[in-house]
């Protein structure tokens, strides 16, 4: 009887572990197929090595440290699966462990802390301050407030948000004179950088004068854009995977063959040379945010909310619907208006839509279609305003509006304008825009 296969490792694979100059807030399958993959592309990718630390569910860190940080990437095109072993993440850690976050943030060496939270993660009211009425942030906040008024120790704190999270390391920083970093926001938040430096300095004020002045003087905050497709890893990848490798893994990642990084903003302690793997540093983010916010994640919410109704479950199924293409490319023409050439949208579209048509990406549309209310008023509200500006329709956007009002209530009766006043006051009082979603409604 043959032996079974070892479990992964960096004794199976020999890949050294890097030392670890990046910490990493947000472990999940997204980093680990692009800001890990873009660190293990670097040149110099021997010299930085990522601590990753989950969010709320410690799992993936203990499988990854039973696999010293190794997992495989799969690469699935469309013609078949390619396998690499990552070996970027040196170290795999329970988000809950403070001690060891605390630690590492006091560190001179490391220079970059990489986030990947949601949008509603960060816990920021619309004008992108803490909120208010967050407990957990407010009572994270108070907790630090109350660590620093008495100089009590940092690791004996149990912060429940990212901010909060992210503060009591840079108290750590503060108090160890650990110098400068950079912090650099990785998620589909229009100008990222600028809206987590705002508030996470101004919860750093709501702490203490000496925190916020530490935060204002030596942290960067990066703005960036990210885009690979990563569908969840389902038992069927991870069995498939077992029977083609010399090794078990029990965390591998799917993605597709696309990745894309833009990023602008200071690294005032280093940083690796992403640009090897392909990351772009340029000095005005916006064309690009904007073009992968509206081309991929607009379409992306238009198929979410308008393909389960068609009887579509994932992304290839719902662009293969000649109904819903044309009504992602109508969207598109509306926003690829108030986008400029130089971000060459015309061949981003063409890519989109072999990238969408990529049947063996089992992109799930329930997936995309969580939290669908705040992504519209991000991904479809703000090309319609500038159509309606420009005196046109807005129809393409006006059919996903009709979209997520059909998504959350069947209910035909006239759309009610406070429904629209969530996402946009402007649009709300526009009548005939909204006797357009009305219509497109009862079609």
Known sequence: MSASPPRLSRSVVPIPAPPVRIVHLGLGAFHRAHQAWYTAHAGDAAAWGIAAFTGRRPDVAAVLAEQDGLYTLIERGPLGDRDEVVGSVAAAIDGADTRRFVELLGRPTTAVVTLTVTEAGYRLDPAGIPDPDDAELAGDLAALRRAVRTAAALDGLAPATVIGRLLVGLEARRRA??????????????????????????????????????????????STSVDRITPRTTEADVAALSARARWVDRSPVVTEPFSDWVLSGEFPAGRPAWEDAGARFVDDIEPWERRKLWLLNGAHTLLALAGPPAGHSTVAAAIGDPVLRSAVERFWDEAGRHL????????????????????????????????????????????????RTAARSAAGCAFVLAALLDAESRDLAPVPTSQLAELSPRLAADRPFVDLVASLRRR
């Not at 300095?201 to 004068?209: I, K, P, T």
């Not at 060459?344 to 329930?366: C, K, S, T, V």
């Open 340 to 387: 400029p050439e130089s971000s060459d949208p015309a061949a981003y579209r063409a890519a989109l839509l072999q990238r969408f048509a990529n049947a063996r990406i089992e992109h799930g549309l329930a997936q995309i279609a969580e939290d669908s209310r705040r992504k519209v008023r991000l991904r479809i509200v703000p090309v319609a305003e500038a159509e």
């Open 177 to 222: 004179g650990a110098g400068p970093l950079a912090v650099v926001p990785c998620d589909n938040l229009p100008g990222n950088g600028a809206v987590v430096r705002r508030g996470v300095l101004r919860a750093a004020e709501e702490v203490g004068a000496e925190l916020a002045a530490s935060v204002a003087a030596s942290v960067s905050f990066v």
